[in-house]
């Protein structure tokens, strides 16, 4: 007889010996597995039970868990600035301090609860506060008190698990090729190549804005996308693209080429270091900015409507177009620079041709051929 399951810090197990003996095990805070024997079941069940929930036993000083979750914190955000990017950090402090500390700041560690949890997101939910905006500061609050569990503070993570609402974050609005020339060209003159960089290389608005002149090759057609930069409370933060590499992404001749125009018309210095895409008042795109004064207009001056196209909608019609032209899931991958065709399969996997029909008639192929020798051979 074996028995083995989870108890939070570690697992247990139980084994029936010979002469009616249970060998019960845990797997403690230290990594290491303890045991004991005992005459039933209930005793070794009892024992294992006592071990793991002793914070002395499961490594956990329950003097350090009276530091509040606001002094908690600050140390792991100042820790996490020389390990996270600073786009990540920036966010993470932000909805710390907007979101968080106003509620729960103050309590300490080891009295925060599951009710405590759940109050704090029913709030924000109640004050209509958006859903990206809720689902960031619930990642920030389960990856810290994670790390105060694996730290010995608190004995378990009163955050983990939570079933919230996923809100209404709209479908995926896929443009066609004419669809997306139309919106480039009710665009200002000025962000006409940004439209067309997005909806035809895929590469992320946030990487756009932060392109360099430097790593434009308009001979090669292509460029390397080195940076991105993100908004967090209303500061743009510049740092690693998402994935931490960069990479290079090869245009269209025809987008290409009207990046090299827009380079020669509005980057007139020949800094390799001046951003690509900026606005008339030779600033930083700001992706709000350009959302709500650019791209929504535009959409809407080229009768786009239905529903109304978001940004990165955008990065999903460069993957759409990809895909139309036969391009092998591989190099939809590489275009997007996703960390895994895994990711790409996961989001576009619908788009592609079915696979498995392609495979059948493959095999009938091969089938009918084998068939046909195989009468030749007995004929």
């Known amino acids: 007889m074996h028995r083995e399951g989870d108890r939070e810090s570690g697992t247990w197990c139980g084994e029936h010996h010979r002469h009616c003996r249970y060998k019960a095990c845990y797997r403690g805070r230290d990594r290491r597995v303890h045991s004991k024997t005992w005459r039933t079941k209930a005793d070794a069940w009892t024992w ?69 949890v759940l109050a704090l997101f029913d709030r924000l939910q109640a004050k209509g506060t958006p859903a990206p905006t809720i689902h960031a500061t619930y990642r920030f609050l389960r990856r810290l008190l994670n790390d105060a569990v694996d730290m010995g503070r608190i004995t378990a993570n009163p955050a ?60 090669a057609k292509e460029i390397v996308v080195v940076e991105s930069a993100a908004e967090v409370g209303g500061h743009r933060i510049e740092g690693a693209t998402k994935t931490g590499h960069s990479r290079k ?71 759409a177009l990809a895909i139309q032209t036969g391009a092998h899931p591989k190099a939809v991958q590489e275009l997007l620079g996703h960390a895994s065709v895994n990711i790409t399969l996961d989001v576009y996997g619908h788009l592609f041709p079915a696979a498995h029909e392609d495979v059948a008639a493959g095999l009938d192929k091969a ?8 009468r030749k051979g007995t004929a």
């Not at 500390?101 to 405590?116: A, C, F, M, V």
């Open 48 to 116: 294992v039970t006592e071990q793991l929930g002793d914070p002395a036993k499961r490594g956990v000083d329950p003097a350090r868990g009276r530091d509040s979750l606001g002094t908690y914190a600050e140390l792991w955000l100042d820790r996490a600035e020389h390990t996270l990017r600073a786009s990540t950090v920036a966010q993470y402090r932000w909805v710390y301090e907007s979101f968080i500390k106003p509620t729960l700041g103050d309590q300490p560690l080891n009295t925060i609860t599951r009710d405590d």
């Open 160 to 219: 983990v698990r939570l079933a919230l609402s996923r809100g209404d974050e709209g479908e995926r609005r896929f443009l066609t090729a004419s669809e997306l020339l139309a919106v480039a060209n009710a665009a200002p003159d000025r962000y006409r190549a940004l439209v067309l960089l997005l909806g035809w290389s895929g590469v992320r608005i946030g990487e756009a804005s932060a392109l360099r002149v430097g790593n434009v090759d308009v001979d």
């Open 249 to 319: 992404v090869h245009l269209p001749a025809s987008v290409a080429a009207e990046l090299g125009h827009h380079v020669e018309a509005y980057c007139p210095d020949d800094d390799p270091r001046a951003l690509v895409f900026t606005t008339g008042q030779g600033q930083p795109v700001r992706q709000s900015n350009f959302r709500n004064r650019v791209f929504h207009p535009a959409c809407i001056a080229a009768k786009i409507r239905n529903p109304q196209p978001r940004v990165h909608d955008l990065r999903h019609t460069a993957a």
């Open 367 to 374: 089938f009918r051929k084998a068939a046909r020798g195989s």
